[in-house]
């Protein structure tokens, strides 16, 4: 992973347990930070799917790994104190990734970026909205976006089931949860976000929100 990260501009900061904490644009200048932050995740993910075998724990389980990635200022350089220190970034933005990365359980999402990174792929990087939300410890709700390949690498397929998604959200947000149900029920064999939509389409419509809901999600979990 560090490997993935170094040939996609990118440096390591730290190591937390088994977590990796990396920055990208930082300390060189580089206009393709997003993009180059959301390949890395990309190519990470598919790295751990190609050895997943060797790590196969004798239970059956399979190891995963989930990525958050966040967009936006921070203070970079040697932080600590006259005994101790290293070249590091702290900030909101840097914790909100971190929320991100934790955000991942709730979806089944393996990588969820915000969207500033979105923003700044320039359509570099094909993403797809999967919600509002409120993560803990911050009062701003955040619109998040799950990366799915490369514009160069998209295909038909995938634009028709990104298209077939987003309408089903708007349905969602619009209350239309008849609708919204019958698209996340087609989707939901290959799609663990459409499976959490699905589960809340049908609470919803037998307990309607209130008149003028906000339409996020507090996630309650770190």
Request: hydrophobic share 40%; charged share 30%; net charge negative.
């Amino acid at each position: 992973m560090t490997d993935i990260v170094e040939e996609h501009g990118g440096f390591v900061d730290k190591y937390i347990g088994d977590a990796i904490v990396a920055i990208f644009g930082a300390p060189l200048h580089d206009p393709e930070h997003a993009a180059n932050a959301i390949a890395a995740a990309i190519a990470c993910h598919r790295r751990l799917l190609e050895i997943q075998d060797q790590f196969a724990l004798p239970d059956g389980r399979r190891l995963k790994a989930r990525i958050g990635l966040n967009s936006g200022q921070a203070l970079v350089g040697n932080i600590g104190s006259r005994r101790r220190f290293n070249y590091t970034v702290i900030g909101d933005a840097v914790n909100l990734a971190a929320r991100l990365e934790g955000a991942n359980k709730a979806y089944g999402t393996g990588i969820l970026i915000g969207e500033r990174s979105a923003q700044l792929c320039n359509g570099a990087i094909v993403c797809r909205e999967v919600d509002l939300v409120r993560v803990v410890g911050r009062e701003t709700p955040e619109r998040i976006f799950e990366p799915v390949c490369r514009q160069e690498s998209v295909t038909d397929a995938v634009r028709d089931r990104l298209a077939q998604f987003a309408e089903a959200l708007v349905d969602f947000r619009e209350q239309r949860f008849g609708e919204a149900e019958n698209k996340f029920k087609k989707m939901q064999d290959e799609d663990p976000v459409a499976r959490v939509y699905l589960d809340r389409v049908r609470v919803l419509a037998v307990n309607p929100p209130p008149s003028g809901s906000d339409g996020i999600t507090d996630l309650i979990e770190k």
